[in-house]
């Protein structure tokens, strides 16, 4: 019968494997997300994505899969230990590679402005017109700076001056949309390191269990 810690590791596994499917999810839609023609609705997101390494998400989903696959040994041989201590070092690595990938979006969010500045600067007309149209503001810094679209939003130069810049809507979208994400990657590196405490516990408890089994053996009592 199945002790309430060997289901506590099964449950972790399957929660970590989840997790790489959440990796690969979110990845792969974000890249579809980017493709599909830009409208006021989802430049904003579309650009922010387009910061964010999701191909290293792919590939470190990917990652995880593998290890998913490894830990199966690890399951249906209850005495073996080999490959628990793959999959823990296996563990460990992916989550490693998802920290990195949470800290690096974590740093792009403490230089949001310039940042933001720069791709503001690499943007076509148009793409500048939708942030206008969506934040209701005109220029990045103001009117002027770098110049406005001329658009709905922004049909001339005084209605221009009197709606102001995008940077302060644009950078506190941007701060709280990145939040999230690497806000979700800490929190599936938390559940990589609760799968690793019990890749430890269920070492310790077979390593345990084979010791008294020598003793056993050794005291004539292996056949009971």
């Known amino acids: 019968m199945p002790t309430k810690l060997m289901l506590s590791f099964v449950a972790m596994d ?11 999810g979110f990845a792969l839609m974000s890249e579809q997300s980017m493709r599909a023609t830009p409208t006021v609705d989802n430049v904003t997101k579309n650009l ?33 230990r080999g490959w628990l201590r ?17 800290v690096a979006i974590w740093v792009e969010t403490l230089g949001t402005r310039s940042n933001l500045n720069v791709l503001w600067g690499a943007e076509t ?45 644009f950078s506190s979208f941007a701060n709280s949309y990145l939040d999230q994400i690497f806000t979700a990657a800490f929190g599936i590196v938390g559940i990589d390191t609760i799968l690793v405490l019990c890749v430890a516990m269920v070492l310790k408890y077979r390593t345990e269990q084979e010791r008294y089994r020598h003793i056993d053996e050794k005291n004539g009592l292996g056949g009971l």
């Open 86 to 102: 793959i999959m823990g070092w296996l563990v460990v690595v992916c989550a490693t590679f998802t920290l990195g990938l949470g």
């Open 125 to 169: 007309p148009l793409i500048q017109s939708l942030l206008q149209q969506k934040f209701d503001c005109c220029g990045y810094f103001n009117s002027t700076s770098p110049p406005f679209v001329q658009d709905r939003t922004c049909p001339n130069t005084l209605v221009a001056a009197q709606k102001g810049g995008c940077i302060g809507k």
């Open 14 to 24: 399957f929660l970590f494997a989840g997790c790489g499917g959440l990796l690969l």
């Open 48 to 80: 922010l994505l387009g910061q964010c390494p999701l191909t290293a998400g792919v590939v470190n989903a990917i990652f995880v899969f593998v290890t998913f696959l490894l830990s199966l040994p690890a399951l249906f041989l209850p005495n073996n």
